[in-house]
């Protein structure tokens, strides 16, 4: 499932813990699977695939891979990453 260039995304899951509600998802790196979630007591919570891209795009940066996302994202969001991305290689140009 994981190419060594690339970060890959599951589809994020939403549920429940209790009062609390929590989305979370599987990120593979180089053979490597982290699980990653968030949780709120306030909710629904929106389930998209946005803040789990985000939260790898600096690892990605780093390494020089790319992000596989599970779905589309919104061209209106894209932008605002590269522009986010832009900047974040204008304060660490290494």
């Known amino acids: 499932m994981t190419n060594n260039q690339t970060i890959i995304i599951d ?23 982290f699980n990653l979630w968030y949780r709120s007591k306030s909710g629904p919570l929106a389930d998209g695939v946005e803040s789990f891209v985000a939260a790898s795009l600096l690892p ?7 992000i596989q996302s599970p779905g589309p994202l919104s061209d209106h969001w894209l932008e605002g990453l590269t522009a986010y991305q832009h ?7 290494e």
């Open 60 to 66: 990605a940066m780093k390494l020089g891979y790319a």
């Open 11 to 33: 589809q994020p899951v939403s549920s429940r813990d209790g009062k609390d509600w929590v989305v979370s998802t599987s990120i593979h790196i180089n053979q490597r699977t």
């Open 87 to 93: 900047t974040i290689q204008q304060w660490y140009p």
